[in-house]
């Protein structure tokens, strides 16, 4: 088993919350900003570094995993491993218009209905449901 975080990249639009999702590079199938935890930072700082590199937003990303999702995927070396994804909610402060993997991903803001009906994992889509109870504020800090 492998660990990997993500961040649960969310916005406040006229009192209503709003997620962003992302295509995966090969398959195009939309999914959060994922990634490997990275040597010299907490699991929440990774994913606030995932954001930044696979979706260009900026935000406060909370230092307590709002939950998990578990998923198969093809290692290089190691060949198919399962991967435990700790997932971090991320109040977008910013959305950068150039940011490191632009060529390679689409990026896309959608209700939270709407997002969970999109990704494929099941533990991902009931997160989104979370959102309200966190206290979504928008960029202003207003609730």
Wanted: hydrophobic share 40%.
């Amino acid at each position: 088993m492998l660990q990997q975080c993500a961040a649960l990249c969310y916005r406040v639009v006229q009192g209503q919350p709003e997620v962003l999702l992302i295509t995966t590079r090969k398959s195009r199938r939309w999914i959060i900003p994922k990634g490997w935890l990275i040597d010299g930072l907490t699991a929440s700082q990774a994913a606030r570094q995932e954001a930044w590199e696979e979706a260009g937003i900026r935000g406060d990303c909370e230092p307590q995993a709002m939950g998990q999702f578990r998923y198969r995927k093809r290692h290089q070396k190691k060949g198919p491993v399962l991967c435990v994804v700790d997932v971090f909610p991320l109040l977008v402060t910013s959305v950068a218009a150039r940011f490191p993997e632009i060529k390679q991903r689409q990026r896309k803001w959608f209700a939270p209905e709407k997002a969970a009906f999109l990704v494929n994992f099941p533990e991902l889509a009931l997160m989104f449901q979370k959102l309200e109870p966190i206290g979504c504020q928008d960029a202003s800090g207003r609730a």
